[in-house]
């Protein structure tokens, strides 16, 4: 079964660190690039961050970039995203997900697996 | 960065079909993909590419699209498709994903 499975989220005060992670099973992690989109309870989504499946370019959204890094460890099929200088803002439910293309050149084009998310609260 | 605009909400009557639209300059040089979230759950892939589906999505579900719109339709509604519906794109300049504002769909 192909799933993604997040983990790491907690309560933090402002100005902390979180690490997540995503471990991956059921297809073959290596292939794909893959992304962090985080979701405020009752609103929109909002994507994060991707790595591409070597880890060689990594893109961010304005709002975290400078304070998030993702990365992933392709042999423990595995996917994290550290979150420094936490602000209240950035307060959501965090999804890990899988880009549909393989072959890395449309990392845009749909995320066609998606984890259950975990949660992230910033608050003093 | 690029913004995607969506209706806040459409109805449509069980059996009916239902268009939602997606607006934004990035459609004009990038193909929307569309989403389905149902409340306590993660968004599922129903369209990529403009209009192609994932394994084991309804052929009700389709896509289309032309100059800064893309459109996602749902021929023949039914109950379990009540959800809210998100399209995305990458950006127009930068190297960003960007999702549309949300549309959700009720079936009456």
Redesign the interface.
Known sequence: EVQLVESGGAVVQPGGSLRLSCAASGFAFDDYTM?W?RQVPGK????VS?ITWDADTT?Y??SVRGRFTISRDNRKKSLYLQMDSLRIEDTALY?C?KS?DGSGY?W?????V????TTVSVSS | ?SELTQDPAVSVALGQTVRITCQGDTLKN??A?W?Q?KPGR????V???KNKR?SGIPDRFSGSGSGNTASLTITGAQAEDEADY?C???DNIA????????TKVTVL
């Open positions: 992304h989109v929109g989504l909002d994507w991707l893109y959204a304005d999804y997900a549909q449309f845009w084009d749909g995320l066609d998606w984890g259950q998310g | 960065s990038y193909f993909s989403y979230q993660a968004p599922v892939l369209i990529y590419s994932p998100y995305n794109s990458r190297s960003l994903l960007v999702f549309g504002t949300g």
